[in-house]
């Protein structure tokens, strides 16, 4: 996968790239396995604003994503998609039944390969089984967190968690974060890396790029007057005057620890993330 850039007719077209769609196999998805999802425009059920700097954007169908995958069968690929609401692609698999759904697309995968599920399947891409059958070292995704529960973790694009080592019933995975967690034996994961690798290295360019995204205008809080900011105020351009960033509520915003100290699943971390 590659970057394609654009030549420079505009000041925000030099800039701005976008991903090599090229290797994607099909222009519309499955309508049977697409839905119509209503926006909220980052607002809660009493309307307040819980999530700020959302709304407008595209408007797009969701795909259903078969996360899953629990009963032994051997699927065919029949296409690579694009997924606008996520950043790895996504395949269209069909099963011995002809029943079609889409999974995550991991790199490497083509139109025509099998895909096998099934407690312990052959270490080939795309294939998912148990953890307890996934030889140290191997790169996964769609992991899931309790057995039975659907993927979970690692589902963004270009990313991969490790097999690091194995106890009696629990696998030790190290994952993109660096944390090494402890997952239970009987948990499903998918062999190989997400597709799109060169996500991560795509230059938006311009605003109305981010807009059509559905994320809006942020104003940074040295433009604000004190009451509405703490770093709002002063004469002129002068710094923050705080010895670290702080949120519009007066929380640390860089660097701050948001995790419960007492939270259940804490047990299951071996080694904290950097």
């Not at 396995?33 to 209503?38: D, E, F, M, R, Y």
């Not at 996504?90 to 011995?96: C, K, R, S, W, Y």
């Not at 915003?253 to 804490?266: L, V, Y």
Request: proline share 5%.
């Amino acid at each position: 996968m590659t970057i394609k850039t654009y030549k420079p007719v505009t000041p925000s077209r030099r800039s701005m790239t976008v991903t090599d769609f090229s290797s994607l196999t099909a222009k519309k998805p499955s309508k049977r396995l697409t839905v119509k999802l209503n926006t909220h425009a980052g607002r809660d059920n009493l309307g307040h604003i819980s999530v700020r700097h959302r709304g407008g954007g595209v408007k797009r169908n969701y795909r259903l994503i078969d996360l899953k995958q629990f009963a032994k069968q051997i699927n065919k690929v029949l296409t690579i998609e694009y997924d606008p609401y996520r950043s790895a692609f996504i395949a269209l698999i069909e099963n011995q039944d002809k029943k079609k759904s889409y999974i995550l697309a991991p790199d490497g995968l083509k139109v025509g390969e099998k895909v096998e599920v099934a407690e312990k399947a052959d270490i080939e891409t795309g294939n998912r089984m148990q953890l307890k059958n996934i030889p140290s070292g191997t790169q996964i995704h769609n992991l899931e967190v309790q057995p039975r529960s659907g993927g979970k973790m690692v589902r963004s694009a270009g990313q991969y968690a490790t097999i690091s080592s194995k106890e009696d019933e629990y696998i030790n995975v190290k994952l993109p974060s660096g944390e090494i967690r402890k997952f239970h034996s009987l948990c499903y994961a998918s062999i190989g890396r997400l597709s799109n690798i060169q996500h991560s290295n795509v230059t938006i360019g311009k605003a109305g790029r981010k807009r059509l995204m559905g994320i809006r205008p942020t104003v940074r809080g040295k433009a604000m007057y004190p009451a509405a900011h703490p770093h709002g105020g002063g004469e002129g351009r002068n710094p923050i005057g705080l010895k670290y960033p702080k949120t519009p509520w007066g929380k640390i915003a860089i660097g701050g620890k948001t995790r419960k100290k007492k939270k259940p699943s804490n047990k299951f971390i071996v080694k904290k993330r950097k």
